[in-house]
C-alpha cells in the first residue's frame, strides 16, 4: 500500500522541527484541495502518514510546511516579511503504490527537499 511520509530536520540547531504545520494539497484543474494537514512532534515527524491507501493516488500534489512560524517560536529573529515563510513543494505521485517520503531540510534563509526511502 503506497503512502506519503515526511519530517523535518532543523539544520540550523540540528534537531527535528517541533510544531510545523504541514499541509497537502491535490493539484487539479479547478485549483487546489487540501486533503490532509499535521503538526510535527517533537522529533519532527507525524504520527501517521500525510496520506496513504485510497486516498494517495496518481497524480500531482503540493506539499506546504508552514516553517516561518516554526521558528518565531523558537525565538529565532527574521525580518518581516521572512526570507521564508513557507517551504513548498509541488510533485507528482506515479507510483501510488509506492512509500514517498519526502524529508525536509530547514534553517532561517533556506530549505531542501528530497525523496527518500
Not at 7 to 19: E, F, M, N, Q, Y
Not at 20 to 26: F, K, M, P, S, Y
Not at 36 to 52: F, I, K, S, Y
Not at 91 to 97: C, I, L, N, Q, R
Amino acid at each position: 500500500m503506497g503512502k506519503l511520509t515526511t519530517h523535518v530536520l532543523d539544520t540550523s540547531a540540528g534537531i527535528g522541527a517541533a510544531g510545523v504545520r504541514i499541509e497537502v494539497h491535490r493539484v487539479a484543474a479547478s485549483g487546489y484541495e487540501l486533503l490532509a494537514a499535521q503538526v510535527t512532534d517533537a522529533t519532527g515527524r507525524c504520527g501517521t502518514p500525510l496520506l496513504e491507501g485510497a486516498q494517495f493516488q496518481l497524480g500531482r500534489y503540493l506539499l506546504t510546511f508552514q516553517i516561518g512560524d516554526y521558528f518565531r517560536r523558537r525565538g529565532i529573529a527574521l525580518p518581516e516579511p521572512a526570507f521564508v515563510e513557507d517551504a513548498v513543494l509541488r510533485f507528482g505521485v506515479a507510483f501510488p503504490d509506492q512509500h514517498y517520503h519526502v524529508p525536509l531540510l530547514i534553517s532561517p534563509w533556506s530549505y531542501s527537499m528530497y525523496r527518500g526511502g
